[in-house]
């Protein structure tokens, strides 16, 4: 029996990574060092994100309340002012407060707008996070 080793062994020198391959162990590494930091902070981050929505939650209501009395008290002062002479002082004062209580609504309904709005973004940012149907566990 004949062999013929016409190459000699020595040290192997690997081959070039190409810059694609360099992005996915970039890529590996980064999920490796970052997912388990994640998992481990999430209780914060949902702990963070109930008490914005009850924050969120308690300036709607306060908005709306706002809205509701500041249209009352249009009302009313709209009814006292038409019933005062006119070019009293008592006009002036209802028909002032009619005009403030006109704004404070209507300041309060663009600030009801903005927090709609805001929840609305957030339920579209929550449901891009949720696994779709066919994609579950």
Do not use: C, Y
Request: hydrophobic share 45%; net charge negative; no cysteine.
């Amino acid at each position: 029996m004949a062999a013929d080793i016409s190459v000699q062994p020595g040290p192997l020198v690997p081959s070039i990574p190409s810059p694609d391959s360099w992005d996915a162990w970039i890529a590996g590494i980064l999920a490796s060092v970052i997912l388990p930091f994640l998992g481990f902070k999430w209780g914060s981050l949902m702990k963070l994100k109930n008490e914005v929505d009850t924050a969120v939650q308690i300036a709607e209501d306060v908005a709306e309340t706002i809205e509701r009395v500041a249209e009352k008290v249009e009302e009313a002062a709209e009814e006292v002012a038409d019933h005062l002479p006119a070019g009293g002082k008592l006009k002036d004062a209802a028909t002032f407060i009619e005009n403030l209580a006109k704004e404070t609504a209507k300041d309060a309904n663009l600030v009801d707008g903005v927090i709609h709005k805001v929840q609305e973004m957030e339920d579209n940012l929550e449901s891009l996070f949720e696994p779709r149907k066919g994609q579950q566990k």
